[in-house]
């Protein structure tokens, strides 16, 4: 049996976690962050390695019998290197939001102005966002999306660049479906000084890939999450030029935390591994396939796709239309066995908490192995259960054919 030292010692916890793998087995993960760890992923977080402490870095760390440490610290630093043709990776960061406060403690002073893409246009909270600790340290100008095409505007952008004159611009989001012109945020950077700052969270394993174009050898300092599409523990790293490796380092730390994750850090390696070969490389074409198909189906039903499509593996689906707000679809999915998230839309006249839009993905749903065709059954289900959200029998029946469209794509635990 599974966990069985788990389940003799606290049966309250193991009960718990039975449940949440069975949840995850009979019901579709559409939240655009989410994905499944591989077998070896899963063993590697479970290993003697969370019992060490190792303060600092390779060959230089504040406790004895780091041997082994700086041996898998280094081979993660080795293959992400390889993965993102970058000149230095940090692995040690625990999160994306921690890795990105230490990029602006590397580089910014409190109060220094940078530029960065509006929350509720698709960037993150640590973008800039006016409670988040960015928003509260620096003086954040934000750029959106052209109100016409749902896509960022590079002439707006570099406009307000050379108004603004930022000490640093930040490209990257949490919830746009295009490709970004890295060059031309550069370009527009240079043309005032400015550093340039890719955060790729969700992107990571479209850009690994090779899918998409990626930012590590045109930016100064990138950051991304290990998960979402990277398929990976929750961790980060950050890649950068290699003059600015040491104000990085000093950065993670003693600048934002002690003690790395040795435990992550491996399953990071493992992670990585897995990321430079070519069954992944299909997995991630395989994810955009199946977005692009989830898109063209959902507005064929009539809806409205922020942009009208998606580059990647995610999108935002304004439901303004549809006489449903985001928490409410967000709800009656659940109830059928879709996880998705409510999103904010551009210029949202709705609160956060209840914005006008969801956001969908198609990471997850890909690992377990579902193709197009599954992608516009979903659609199916998703549209069936908005236009009969107040027939319970209904939503009862189509919790049923999520659960056997499930059971045909079991997720990757054994």
């Not at 069975?22 to 655009?32: F, H, P, S, T």
């Not at 993965?83 to 990029?103: D, I, K, R, T, Y």
């Amino acid at each position: 049996m599974k966990y069985e030292h788990l389940r003799q010692q606290d049966p309250a916890v193991w009960e718990i976690i039975e449940r949440e793998e069975k949840r995850q087995n009979d019901e579709l993960e559409l939240i655009a962050s989410e994905n499944y760890v591989s077998p070896a992923v899963l063993e590697t977080l479970a290993t003697v390695l969370t019992n060490k402490y190792s303060e600092g870095y390779i060959g230089r760390r504040y406790y004895g019998g780091n041997n082994n440490i700086d041996e898998i610290e280094n081979l993660a630093i080795t293959r992400a290197k390889k993965l993102f043709a970058a000149e230095h990776v940090n692995v040690q960061p625990l999160s994306g939001s921690p890795a990105n406060a230490a990029v602006y403690l590397a580089f910014l002073n409190p109060g220094d102005k940078v530029l960065g893409l509006k929350l509720d246009h698709g960037g993150h909270l640590s973008h800039g966002h006016k409670i988040n600790f960015s928003g509260r340290l620096y003086n954040f100008v934000q750029y959106g999306l052209n109100p016409e095409t749902g896509m960022i505007d590079m002439e707006e952008v570099r406009r307000i660049a050379l108004a603004e004159r930022p000490k640093m611009i930040v490209a990257g989001f949490s919830a746009y479906s295009r490709e970004i012109d890295w060059q031309k945020f550069k370009e527009i950077a240079d043309e005032i000084g400015a550093y340039t700052f890719a955060d790729i969270a969700h992107i990571a394993g479209l850009i690994a890939a090779k899918q998409l174009k990626n930012p590590v050898p045109i930016f100064d300092v990138v950051s991304t999450t290990t998960h979402k599409t990277l398929r990976g523990p929750r961790g980060a790293i950050i890649m950068c030029k290699e003059k600015y490796a040491k104000q990085v380092d000093r950065a993670v730390f003693p600048g934002m935390q002690g003690g790395p994750h040795d435990h992550i850090t491996a399953a990071k390696a493992v992670t990585f591994g897995e990321a430079l070969t070519p069954e992944f490389i299909e997995y991630a074409k395989q994810t955009i396939l199946n977005a692009q198909a989830m898109a063209a189906e959902f507005i064929a039903r009539g809806y409205k796709i922020i942009s009208g499509g998606t580059d990647n593996h995610l999108m935002v689906i304004d439901l303004s239309n549809k006489d449903l707000a985001g928490k409410e679809a967000e709800k009656i999915l659940e109830m059928i066995g879709i996880s998705v998230s409510r999103s904010t839309i551009p210029n949202d006249p709705n609160p956060p908490l209840n914005p006008s839009g969801i956001r969908i993905g198609t990471a997850a749903a890909t690992t377990r192995g579902m193709k197009e065709a599954e992608m516009k059954l979903i659609v199916e289900y998703i549209d069936e259960a908005f236009n009969n959200r107040d027939q319970e029998e209904k939503l009862v029946l189509l919790k049923q054919a999520v659960k056997e469209l499930c059971g045909k794509f079991p997720i990757p635990t054994k």
